[in-house]
């Protein structure tokens, strides 16, 4: 059997990195994607069968340049990770136009744009599309009114896409992680924040970043190979619980 090849955007760190490694202990090569050319080519750098391409998912030609380099490193793309995002959090009054398309050209924009590339190569290998939404795109909270918006575009980008592509054979799924233990988050969150997501998860704690990873890469390997269309909130249960009150639930 040929090895198959997996093309991962936002690899130099966090989910990304976690998702790529993974990969590489499944036997897949990997193609890293990211546009930190510093952080990724160190991190590439240290991983066998990983390569690494700089791009800003945002550019439509860059997009186009780094998908032909990348179908031409191993002659085959069979998966698809669209985790490349950025974080942007505040009030709705003080979010601007300038602000908005900032969140959507990468998270919303990068998806179109990397996915639309690398289709045709997807149609030979009838591989796998995996989007990396949020739970801020399946339920609104404070301060993430373009975050949140571009994460739920995202989940309906996948459903059409799935929709359409299907018939190439093609899967197309999405993952809403919840909060996860990243360096940055635990840099930017309180211990009052820590200790208010600990009370609202039914597991009680912070995901990891390899826990994400572990769903991303099932559902890009043959194992769900008739799952398609489907959005997975990896979040401890978050998303289910509502308003989730502990003092409700003892």
């Known amino acids: 059997m040929e090895q198959k090849t997996a093309l991962v955007t936002g690899a130099a760190r966090g989910i ?20 930190d050319a510093e952080v990724l080519q160190s991190e590439a750098a240290a991983l066998d069968n990983a390569t690494a391409i700089v791009c800003d998912v945002s550019d439509p030609q860059a997009v186009d340049d780094m998908a032909a380099e990348a179908v031409a490193i191993n002659g085959r793309i069979d998966a698809v990770v669209n985790n ?16 908005w398309r900032r969140v959507m050209e990468t998270n919303l924009d990068g998806v179109f744009l990397v996915s639309q590339a690398l289709i045709p190569a997807l149609k030979i290998t009838k591989g796998a599309l995996l989007n990396i939404a949020s739970i801020s795109g399946l339920r609104a909270s404070t301060l993430r009114v373009a975050y949140g918006t571009s994460k739920a575009a995202v989940i309906q980008l ?26 940055l988050a635990m840099a930017v969150h309180s211990q009052d924040i820590i200790d ?14 390899q826990e994400i990873a572990e769903v ?5 390997s043959d194992k769900a190979s008739y799952v398609t269309g489907q959005i997975v909130a990896a979040d401890g249960g978050f998303e289910s619980t509502g308003v989730g009150l502990p003092a409700l639930r003892k």
């Open 158 to 183: 996948t459903k059409q896409q799935a929709a359409e592509l299907g018939e190439y054979g093609i899967r197309a799924n999405c993952v809403c992680p919840g909060p996860v233990r990243t360096k």
């Open 16 to 35: 990304g990195l976690a998702t790529t490694k993974l990969f590489l202990e499944a036997g897949w090569s990997v193609v890293m994607v990211d546009r």
């Open 216 to 220: 991303i890469v099932f559902l890009c």
């Open 196 to 209: 208010a997501y600990h009370d609202a998860i039914p597991l009680n704690r912070y995901g990891s970043e």
């Open 84 to 99: 490349a995002g950025v974080a942007d959090f505040g009030p709705i009054e003080e979010t601007d136009f300038a602000r």
